[in-house]
């Protein structure tokens, strides 16, 4: 830990440095439309019975760590999509965050691309090839997935979305992750209806930014209308924004007038939440130690979101980081519950049809 904070503290300080872009890669030139009538996804293999009651009968306000190890593993996941910030080398942060959800009972495989061994995606990709590789989890999985930002690549979890709802265009290609490449088509077979649909309007069932604002806002791949920066569009249920109450990375701070709460541009359910001025913008994700104390596990296991501090929490608890953890890991077991019930529900809908 200590060498992974002496690494950061190195380049903290280069916010604007590194700003390679990934290029997109070519697609054929044809586009194909999919076939949908095969209903994969609904006739494969389900789960035993016995799980399947058990995923319909949880309260996905409350689940508890036995409801994680007993139920939720042992049914389908959706795919999770990190998106570390811009300045290397803090996508180990982010690494740090994926194995803290590991510890906590998520499936690995559902968190790792499927692609390489890295555990999440640069801010300097295409929103395209993220706003298609999300289709492509979902029209494999019949979950939607989920999106969790941090920095520069809080930003870009917004503009996916963004580029979901058709902000920068009428047409998003399917990005196949395991082969890295787009796929010739700009439709996918909707795995719960068995309609082909464009990937334009594919939503995702969670998202966050942490800190996302400030310097980064500069660079030609964050350039936005002001205005709607944070507008957040149906393209999620539901969207939770970070804020560092003394922030100088995202230029976060009392009085600066373009430090606004995001907001919902639709339905969407939109929540700004704020943590302590003593949270280093950098080290926030890095909370991969956080399940090996059995009180603070504990503690993240019950957390409820508004939960005030109580005399006997354990100290860590007083740290913003086991804040936006225990904020993140509600939120995902949430959705983790709600969309393996909504997929059970279509499997059971179409077994009796």
Same mark, same amino acid.
């Given at each position: 830990?200590?060498?992974?904070?002496?690494?950061?503290?190195?380049?903290?300080?280069?916010?604007?440095?590194?700003?390679?872009?990934?290029?997109?890669?070519?697609?054929?030139?044809?586009?194909?439309?999919?076939?949908?009538?095969? *209903?994969?996804?609904?006739?494969?293999?389900?789960?035993?019975?016995?799980?399947?009651?058990?995923?319909?009968?949880?309260?996905?306000?409350?689940?508890?760590?036995?409801?994680?190890?007993?139920?939720?593993?042992?049914?389908?996941?959706?795919?999770?999509?990190?998106? @570390?910030?811009?300045?290397?080398?803090?996508?180990?942060?982010?690494?740090?965050?994926?194995?803290?959800?590991?510890?906590?009972?998520?499936?690995?495989?559902?968190?790792?691309?499927?692609?390489?061994? $890295?555990?999440?995606?640069?801010?300097?990709?295409?929103?395209? *090839?993220?706003?298609?590789?999300?289709?492509? @989890?979902?029209?494999q999985d019949g979950l939607r997935p989920m999106l969790v930002g941090h920095s520069q690549g809080g930003l870009y979890a917004v503009k996916v979305l963004k580029a979901l709802a058709g902000r920068y265009g009428e047409s998003i290609e399917v990005?196949?992750?395991?082969?890295?490449?787009?796929?010739?088509?700009?439709?996918?077979?909707?795995?719960?209806?068995? &309609?082909?649909?464009?990937?334009?309007?594919?939503?995702?069932?969670?998202?966050?930014?942490?800190?996302?604002?400030?310097?980064?806002?500069?660079?030609? /791949?964050?350039?936005?209308?002001?205005? /709607?920066?944070?507008?957040?569009?149906?393209?999620?249920? $539901?969207?939770?924004?970070?804020?560092?109450?003394?922030?100088?990375?995202?230029?976060?701070?009392?009085?600066?007038?373009?430090?606004?709460?995001?907001?919902?541009?639709?339905?969407?359910?939109?929540?700004?939440? &704020?943590?302590?001025?003593?949270? /280093?913008?950098?080290?926030?994700?890095?909370?991969? $130690?956080?399940?090996?104390?059995?009180?603070?596990?504990r503690w993240l296991d019950d957390y409820q979101p508004g939960q005030a501090g109580q005399a006997g929490d354990p100290p860590?608890?007083?740290?913003?980081?086991?804040?936006?953890?225990?904020?993140?890991? @509600?939120?995902?077991? &949430?959705?983790?519950?709600?969309?393996?019930?909504?997929?059970?529900?279509?499997?059971?809908?179409?077994?009796?049809?």
């Open positions: 830990m200590p060498a992974l904070r002496s690494t950061f503290a190195l380049f903290a300080i280069a916010l604007c440095a590194g700003c390679a872009t990934i290029a997109d890669r070519a697609a054929a030139p044809a586009l194909l439309e999919p076939v949908a009538g095969e *209903r994969t996804v609904l006739r494969a293999r389900a789960v035993d019975r016995a799980i399947e009651d058990r995923i319909l009968a949880l309260d996905p306000e409350r689940v508890s760590a036995a409801d994680v190890a007993q139920v939720l593993s042992k049914g389908p996941a959706p795919q999770i999509l990190l998106l @570390h910030g811009g300045v290397y080398p803090v996508h180990l942060a982010m690494t740090s965050f994926g194995s803290f959800l590991v510890a906590m009972g998520y499936p690995e495989a559902k968190i790792r691309p499927p692609s390489g061994d $890295e555990w999440s995606y640069s801010p300097y990709t295409s929103t395209a *090839r993220i706003a298609g590789i999300l289709a492509w @989890h979902y029209e990005w196949d992750p395991v082969t890295d490449l787009a796929l010739p088509r700009t439709s996918i077979v909707d795995p719960l209806t068995d &309609r082909v649909r464009p990937v334009v309007g594919v939503s995702a069932s969670y998202a966050s930014a942490l800190g996302a604002g400030g310097w980064a806002l500069v660079l030609p /791949n964050q350039w936005d209308d002001f205005a /709607n920066l944070r507008a957040i569009p149906d393209t999620v249920d $539901e969207f939770t924004g970070y804020f560092i109450d003394l922030d100088f990375f995202a230029l976060s701070f009392p009085g600066n007038p373009l430090d606004v709460p995001y907001v919902a541009n639709g339905k969407a359910n939109v929540r700004n939440v &704020r943590l302590p001025a003593a949270v /280093n913008h950098v080290f926030v994700p890095v909370t991969h $130690e956080l399940a090996g104390d059995p009180a603070v596990r860590d608890v007083a740290g913003g980081n086991v804040l936006w953890a225990a904020d993140v890991w @509600h939120s995902i077991k &949430r959705h983790w519950a709600l969309e393996a019930q909504r997929l059970v529900r279509a499997r059971r809908a179409a077994r009796a049809g």
